[in-house]
């Protein structure tokens, strides 16, 4: 009898009723030596986490098809994704935790759990399955909340200046701690009095024209609704060195969704995001993120959530705009002959960045410039990701992450930060007190006042 008759075949079969992906084959790729376990900043302050190896690999290996129930914990990860670059067997770790969220989420629901609950007898503690219920319902509204930052953005910046004036009003603050869960230790990030969108509207659109050298810029929800200035700094560079700029249609790029298990939502702004980038992408422009979670999204967690026409092309044609910018232009010389103002900066490279081998980029352009100096301030992660910070019950733990980069920003030169990604900029602003500058404002100022200088003179 020959192998292949004694083998029984293989019958794949969907691990997650709520989902038709089936990872089985990642979780088999683990051999348990718990590196992602080590690297994961949730589980090195909070106890009650257990960690990535049991998020992914270990739940997916053990759940049967029948299974429906993911455990609760999955909602303590805060999707940094550092577990993802540690694994030396390229488990597909996000890709699960992204899916058991997703299909956590999906199932907690207050009424279905009750009836569950009822159903299976348990009628007597009908208190207590009020009380996890209302508790649940709780949890599900201000997480679609926060996720949801696009929809808030959107109307915040109709009326800016009210929105700005409410959100930190003290009695607003510690309702919201109070009713929804968002923590009261922080201020609300402002709301620009103009979006990047509403000022490339009124700039008329790109300045050149340009099919050899044409990119698409997403902006994202935060350079669009609270910090524009980021925005036009990308769009002063690259216009600069003679690009065509072109700002697609767009949404948000669902990052906080992922975080929050909330893919239906994410998918809806997926498809507009890949059908407008994909349009561009055929016109010949390569899309281009300021901010790196962004990036990540349309490069990675799009291709391996969603399936949709031209999602390959966007993931494929995606690059952070430094990274962009430094693969097809000599910056390094167009430094060369500049100087900056006499500044020092602490920089912090976002989790998201590493993830995408984009560490060292500012701390390598700007070394060489004159009056520039810029300090890594390690590896460690800022502890806000994203959403997980804003969550009361996660706020100490946030605060616990962070602190050994504050200690470290504080052991720095300079008294300004520097970082790509604008909720690492609200942490590392909001443990020093420090002001927070983007590698593009700061490559803006320097290149473009360096070209006024030499046009004056
Ligand atoms: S790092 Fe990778 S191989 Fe090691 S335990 Fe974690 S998932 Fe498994
Ligand atoms: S994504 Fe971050 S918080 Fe979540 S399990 Fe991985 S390392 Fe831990």
């Given amino acids: 009898m020959s192998d292949t008759e004694d083998t029984p075949s293989f019958d794949p079969v969907t691990v997650f009723e709520s989902t038709e992906q089936d990872l089985r084959s990642g979780s088999d790729d683990c051999y348990k030596c718990s590196t992602c376990d080590s690297v994961c900043p949730v589980a090195s302050v909070d106890s009650s986490f257990p960690g990535p190896k049991f998020q992914g690999p270990e739940q997916w290996r053990l759940t049967r098809k029948e299974d429906t129930e993911i ?16 694994c030396p067997s390229s488990v ?32 007597r503690r009908g208190a207590s399955i009020v009380r996890d219920g209302v508790s649940d319902l709780r949890e599900r509204i201000r997480n679609r909340l926060l996720a949801n930052y696009y929809t808030a953005g959107r109307f915040a910046s109709k009326l800016p200046r009210v929105a700005n004036a409410f959100t930190n009003f003290g009695p607003t603050r510690w309702l919201l701690e109070r009713v929804l869960g968002i923590t009261s230790e922080r201020s609300f990030p402002s709301f620009a009095t103009q979006t990047f969108r509403e000022w490339w509207t009124e700039r008329g659109g790109a300045q050149l024209e340009n099919p050899d050298k044409r990119v698409a810029y997403f902006h994202g929800c935060y350079a669009n609704y609270n910090t524009p200035a980021v925005g036009k ?17 767009q949404r948000c790029s669902g990052t906080p969704m992922f975080a929050n298990g909330r893919l239906d939502d994410a998918k809806r702004h997926a498809e507009t995001n890949v059908e407008s980038l994909a349009e561009a992408i055929a016109d010949g422009a390569d899309v281009i993120a300021s901010c790196t979670s962004c990036s990540m999204a349309l490069r990675q967690e799009y291709p391996e959530l969603f399936d949709l026409d031209g999602i390959d092309s966007v993931g494929e044609n995606t690059y952070e705009a ?3 910018l430094r693969l097809n232009e000599d910056l390094e010389a167009a430094l060369a002959e500049t100087a900056g103002d006499a500044e020092e900066f602490a ?3 976002p989790c ?31 502890g806000i990701s994203g959403t997980y910070g ?8 946030s605060m616990a992450i962070g602190d050994t980069m504050f200690a470290e920003m504080e052991a720095a030169a300079g008294e300004q930060g520097m970082t790509e990604c604008p909720t690492c900029a609200m942490q590392m602003s909001h443990g020093t007190g420090y002001s927070i500058t983007h590698p593009l404002e700061l ?15």
């Avoid at 999707?79 to 670059?85: E, P, T």
């Avoid at 804003?390 to 733990?397: I, L, M, N, R, S």
């Avoid at 490559?443 to 003179?457: F, R, T, Y």
């Fill in 347 to 349: 920089y912090h490279a």
């Fill in 71 to 86: 455990d609760d914990s999955i909602m303590g990860c805060s999707n940094c994704m550092r577990c993802d670059g540690a």
């Fill in 352 to 382: 998201h960045a590493r993830n995408q081998g984009l560490d060292r980029q500012a701390v390598e352009l700007f070394s060489d410039v004159d009056g520039v100096t810029i300090e890594d301030v390690g590896d460690s992660c800022s």
């Fill in 390 to 397: 804003w969550k009361a019950e996660k706020y100490d733990y």
């Fill in 233 to 249: 700094a990308m769009v002063r560079v690259f216009e600069s060195f003679g690009y065509e700029v072109l700002v697609p249609q």
């Fill in 322 to 324: 430094l990274e962009y």
């Fill in 92 to 123: 597909p770790l996000s890709q699960m935790h992204n899916t058991a969220r997703g299909a956590y989420v999906e199932n907690q629901r207050f009424v279905r759990s009750a009836l569950a609950a009822l159903r299976s007898g348990e009628l």
């Fill in 443 to 457: 490559l803006a100022d320097i290149l473009i006042e360096e070209q006024s200088a030499s046009s004056n003179g």
